[in-house]
């Protein structure tokens, strides 16, 4: 207990599903969190409780939010949990706003949080944890661009990382890929949506898809790359925690030191 004592922790959207998770187990860990959120009342019984946590309610997506609190509180770790519902339909069914989602909502997010980071830029020893999705490696036909965007969100990660040690700024980048969990607002529609697809019921689908992620696995799994005992990188996230994405070779540290090629 107390791993993060004395850090201070931006958790953008934070006040529901695998983002609440993650929030409890920084504060767990003795962390204080800056709880954002577009919708900061489902968090105000947590802020009376704890007084390590700051309400900000933003949307993380406009340009101007991340450098303000990333100025204002000079965070040792930041989670980029929050995310857009896609538009659970098949692809021909899809206009391009409703394709295009996530790209205009988690991708810009992800863009303009990591670029902050990089300019200000945050201190040595930082974390950044971005929360992709289980669909940048599986696919996702009911849901428009969105496993577009989340593989995007995975590359981004990566392409901070490599910067940071281009310029020797010790911050560390890591991507979490959880798999479709019933317990989050999203992953209930979803589950709902493939199981009509596939002609089933939601409890025969739920059966193939295995012990679910819950708030309590992200909020670990956040927990060991924020101290550093899960070396930096892209993972999937499973009910067992950390696993390495399909094919991927072993995660190794990210060292500040490094110098990275281009993969082709």
């Not at 206009?95 to 040595?124: A, I, K, Y």
């Not at 490599?162 to 911050?171: D, K, P, V």
Request: net charge neutral; charged share 15%; hydrophobic share 45%.
């Amino acid at each position: 207990m107390n791993q993060l004592a004395d850090k201070v922790a931006i958790v953008v959207g934070a006040s529901r599903g695998l983002g609440k998770g993650v929030t409890d187990a920084f504060l767990a860990e003795g962390a204080s969190v800056v709880a954002v959120a577009r919708d900061t009342n489902p968090l105000k019984e947590l802020a009376a409780r704890h007084k390590k946590v700051e309400l900000e309610a933003a949307d993380a997506s406009d340009a101007p939010v991340p450098g303000r609190l990333l100025r204002q509180y000079r965070p040792d770790l930041v989670a980029l949990v929050a995310g857009a519902a896609p538009s659970l339909h098949p692809l021909h069914e899809q206009t391009w706003e409703s394709f295009s989602t996530n790209w205009n909502t988690d991708v810009r997010m992800t863009f303009n949080w990591l670029r902050e980071v990089l300019l200000l830029p945050l201190g040595p020893g930082s974390h950044v944890i971005v929360m992709s999705s289980g669909a940048a490696v599986m696919g996702s036909p009911l849901s428009g661009g969105y496993a577009g965007a989340k593989a995007t969100q995975r590359f981004m990660a990566d392409y901070a990382a490599q910067e940071a040690r281009r310029g020797e700024l010790q911050i560390t980048f890591s991507a979490v890929m959880p798999r479709l969990t019933p317990l989050t607002g999203l992953g209930s529609a979803a589950t709902a949506a493939y199981a009509a697809r596939m002609g089933i019921t939601e409890a025969e689908y739920l059966q193939q898809l295995g012990k679910p992620v819950t708030p309590e696995t992200a909020g670990r799994a956040f927990v060991s790359l924020a101290t550093g005992e899960a070396p930096a990188g892209a993972y999937m996230l499973t009910a067992d925690g950390l696993q390495p994405p399909p094919g991927a070779a072993p995660v190794q540290r990210q060292e500040s030191s490094a110098v990275l090629k281009p993969a082709h």
